[in-house]
T-cell receptor
Framework: DAGVIQSPRHEVTEMGQEVTLRCKPISGHNSLFWYRQTMMRGLELLIYFNNNVPIDDSGMPEDRFSAKMPNASFSTLKIQPSEPRDSAVYFC?????????????FGPGTRLTVL | DAKTTQPPSMDCAEGRAANLPCNHSTISGNEYVYWYRQIHSQGPQYIIHGLKNNETNEMASLIITEDRKSSTLILPHATLRDTAVYYCIPSRGNQFYFGTGTSLTVIP
């Protein structure tokens, strides 16, 4: 199994530009999570999906952030417009079950730098 | 979700057991205790989880006190590759809130 795949691995953009991060979960997993990690705030859960449906997006910082999961094998996290404070490592994770105890498998992350 | 307290850093000699404590005194009855670790620049990696009983797998052992207010993760024979930040996470389900964790350094 290839594990969770994220692209791009690194992204450098200028303030005001649109940024799209992509994630392919592990085949067969039905839950998908987007996290953001910064030195100041640590690892934060932004949103999670179960069976392609957003269950909790309370961690999404503001309306500039949006996430979609059009099918079981693909999800995007979009930032429009991007700001320097969005610079962080964004992780995608997936799991199977959606129940009480689930091992989440994390991708390698996308390091975003907004200039 | 329960608050956790972990020491910010620990050292361990290579080959010795690493014992990482976690206080989660406000844990609720239906919250499991999960442990994850994050090796520098990588995504977090699941280690083990438990509810009441002690658990063991190929990576580690988890000891949970009878009142469930604290737990200890044990890496029986630490190697240099175990140098990482270790997170203790009480959770009822899919929503994991990672704290600051314990930065474990395994010393040759």
């Amino acid at each position: 199994d290839a594990g969770v795949i994220q692209s791009p691995r690194h992204e450098v953009t200028e303030m005001g530009q649109e940024v799209t991060l992509r994630c392919k979960p592990i085949s067969g997993h039905n839950s998908l999570f987007w996290y953001r990690q910064t030195m100041m705030r640590g690892l934060e859960l932004l949103i999670y999906f179960n069976n392609n449906v957003p269950i909790d997006d309370s961690g999404m910082p503001e309306d500039r952030f949006s996430a979609k999961m059009p099918n079981a094998s693909f999800s995007t996290l979009k930032i429009q417009p991007s700001e320097p404070r969005d610079s962080a490592v964004y992780f995608c994770a997936s799991s199977y079950g959606g129940g009480w105890y689930n091992e989440q498998f994390f991708g390698p992350g996308t390091r975003l730098t907004v200039l | 979700d329960a608050k956790t307290t972990q020491p910010p850093s620990m050292d361990c000699a290579e080959g010795r057991a690493a014992n990482l404590p976690c206080n989660h005194s406000t844990i609720s009855g239906n919250e499991y205790v999960y442990w994850y670790r994050q090796i520098h620049s990588q995504g977090p990696q699941y280690i083990i989880h438990g509810l009441k009983n002690n658990e063991t797998n190929e990576m580690a052992s988890l000891i949970i006190t009878e009142d469930r207010k604290s737990s200890t993760l044990i890496l029986p024979h630490a190697t240099l590759r175990d140098t990482a930040v270790y997170y203790c996470i009480p959770s009822r389900g899919n929503q994991f809130y990672f704290g600051t964790g314990t930065s474990l350094t395994v010393i040759p």
